[in-house]
């Protein structure tokens, strides 16, 4: 079956930097999404990777292994307006989007 | 960049009754729109693939008597929430994705809070 993992919850410090992991099994594979969601809104698009190697986007940077199924998304000098869930997406060989639960980032001052 | 209206925000509506929500897509044409459903604190869950011309492919468990998507044109498709009922309740959010590339990012809309009471 198709399955992606993420962590549920994570907690990190305002100005430091977090790494949140995804692993992913597809059917075929025709890259990966980082969203952002805020409580009570809908999704943001953040990045997407379909070769391997490091994406960086100002504060945000997303990486990509294809042989490791694995995704991360990596967030320097966190702000508190960070705190949101991040959504990991893989697209499949129909080009259909496989999501995961998401992890809820929860910003400390 | 590419903007999805989505329409209303929120709507309160009395059990029985019925509820249209309107997904656009503002500066590009998609094919295929989504409709998702988000239970607070849970993740995501698609419910079904709009098709312009042609009948939606709903997920499983999702009634299509009771959820009606209608894809009229290559910017707009409405979801109807058939006598709704409590149970319905929740946040519906639509999304779609430029026409011809399939690899592009799913745009959203900004999601309609749905109340039943």
């Known amino acids: 079956g198709q399955n992606i993992d993420q962590p549920t919850e994570m907690t990190a410090t305002e100005g430091a930097i977090v790494q949140i992991n995804c692993t992913y099994q597809?059917?075929?594979?025709?890259?990966l999404f980082w969203y952002q969601q805020h409580a009570g809104e809908a999704p943001t698009f953040l990045s997407y990777n379909v070769l391997d190697g490091l994406e960086e986007k100002g504060r945000f940077s997303s990486f990509l292994s294809r042989s490791k199924g694995y995704s991360y998304l990596l967030l320097k000098e966190l702000q508190m307006k960070d705190s949101a869930s991040y959504l990991c997406?893989?697209?499949?060989?129909?080009?259909?989007?496989?999501w995961g639960a998401g992890t809820k980032l929860i910003i400390k001052p | 960049g590419a903007v999805v209206s989505q329409h209303p925000s929120w709507v309160i509506c009395k059990s029985g009754t019925s509820v249209k929500i309107e997904c656009r897509s503002l500066d590009f044409q998609a094919t295929t729109m989504f409709w998702y459903r988000q239970f607070p604190k849970q993740s995501l869950m698609l419910m079904a693939t709009s098709n312009e011309g042609s009948k939606a492919t709903y997920e499983q468990g999702v009634e299509k008597d009771k959820f009606l998507i209608n894809h009229a044109s290559l910017t707009l498709s409405t979801l109807t929430v058939t006598s709704a009922h409590p149970e319905d309740s929740s946040f519906y959010i639509c999304?779609?994705?430029?026409?011809?590339?399939?690899?592009?990012?799913?745009?959203f809309g900004n999601g309609t809070r749905l109340t039943v009471t």
């Open positions: 597809t059917s075929g594979f025709n890259g």
């Open positions: 999304s779609a994705r430029d026409l011809g590339f399939d690899n592009s990012p799913l745009h």
């Open positions: 997406a893989a697209l499949d060989s129909n080009y259909q989007l496989i």
